[in-house]
């Protein structure tokens, strides 16, 4: 494995080529009064268009991001990105932060200095962590899987060897959500070992789908069925992502106004904006997500792991974890789990019920988030 420091400096062709499509996009018709119920509302995918030409300013984008310390690591063959942010306290513990679909590492960016300098946010500095945040596989600046087969755990995997190998650490800490929850549990599954804990904020949805033997209680039926109600609602894109995910990207890696029409839909849906997207997100957070997967042709390769998720078996999908786990549940996120269905898979140390945020919690909710991962690994700390 070899490792090197790492800038965000997209070509300017790159910039120049976004600018002339985003002036040059075609929008579809829509039925009168469709809002948000078609998909994205159209009014405002042209409002946020608009800006993505006139207003936002990526090259300050890139300045930001670019004050952490980004490195890529080649870990069997693979190069990985990562962000590397070390804490400032008397001993502080490493943590893996795993990102999910559609966001990216952005989704750490504001937790980051909350983890690694708590004195400097309303904490103690005994509380401080060494934060690791990856791009998964196939997202943002770290290599597109080129092969078949490239599943949640096998990532798990290639986070174990950046971690311990290459940057030493002997156990860690772990927590995700979304595809960060499934790669979170396969740590704790495939490398027990190495974890002083993990925390997530959503159960991974294999569990939600496989139903344990024995009798379930109310609020587990309930659950379930909310799951099977959410699925049809709202799962078409991971239906599509999960089949063919080939089709949908020639689109979306040709159109950037398209591209951003399938991102922030989900932001929108799956936040607590009660409608408004721009209530929890600014259309610069929006869009310098959005314009990461631009620039670095990843929508396809970041949709291919809903494909590799259903068509290759996950060992351990019925397997208890016996690493302390810490859940936070967020009341707008897709859907709830109550803790005595988590109580089946989980030794569950910590189980907290926000008072509100959604699915991107890091950046909708940063405080509590944090306050919630420093309070879960407090009394880990000895025994790391």
């Known amino acids: ?81 990562f962000i590397h942010q070390r804490g400032n306290g008397p001993r502080p513990i490493p943590i893996l932060l795993s990102h999910g679909f559609p966001d990216s590492f952005l989704r750490m960016v504001d937790i980051i200095p909350r983890l690694t300098d708590p004195a400097a946010h309303g904490g103690e500095a005994l509380d401080a962590f060494d934060v690791v945040v990856p791009s998964l596989p196939g997202f943002g600046f770290s290599d597109r899987p080129s092969e078949r087969g490239f599943t949640v755990a096998r990532i798990a995997d290639l986070f174990a060897r950046l971690m311990t190998e290459e940057l030493g650490y002997t156990r860690f800490a772990a927590h995700g959500g979304d595809w960060g929850s499934g790669v979170t549990e396969q740590l704790a599954l495939r490398h027990a070992e190495r974890l002083v804990g ?43 992502q999960a089949t063919k995910p080939q089709s949908l990207a020639v689109g979306l890696n040709d159109s950037p106004a398209g591209l951003a029409a399938w991102i922030v839909e989900k932001w929108r849906s799956w936040s607590d904006c009660g409608g408004d997207v721009e209530r929890r997100f600014s259309k610069d957070q929006l869009l310098t997500n959005v314009t990461l997967y631009w620039v670095t042709e990843t929508i396809h390769s970041a949709c291919r792991t809903y494909y590799e998720a259903q068509h290759n078996r996950l060992d351990g999908t019925s397997a ?57 690994f407090r009394p880990l700390r000895v025994s790391s």
């Open 1 to 81: 494995m070899a490792i090197a420091p790492f800038r965000i400096e997209v070509a300017q062709s790159v910039l120049d080529d976004l600018q002339q499509r985003l002036g040059l996009t075609r929008y579809p018709d829509a039925v009168a009064g469709a809002g948000w119920d078609y998909g994205t509302d159209l009014d405002y995918l042209r409002e946020l268009v608009g800006y993505w030409q006139s207003g936002f300013d990526w090259r300050a984008r890139e300045r930001e991001l670019n004050a952490l310390a980004h490195f890529r690591a080649d870990v069997d063959g693979f190069g990985l990105h």
């Open 198 to 240: 993990i925390h997530m904020t959503d159960i991974p949805f294999w569990r939600v789908f496989g139903v344990p033997a024995g009798e379930l209680s109310p609020a587990e039926q309930s659950f379930l069925e909310q799951g099977r109600r959410w699925q049809r609602a709202e799962g078409g894109y991971n239906a599509i």
């Open 320 to 376: 208890r974890v016996e690493v302390p786990t810490a859940v936070a549940i967020f009341p707008k996120d897709l859907v709830r789990t109550p803790r005595e269905y988590a109580e089946r898979f989980y030794d569950i140390r910590r189980w907290t019920e926000m008072p509100r945020g959604g699915h991107f919690a890091a950046l909708e909710e940063p405080d509590l988030l944090v306050e919630d991962i420093r309070a879960a």
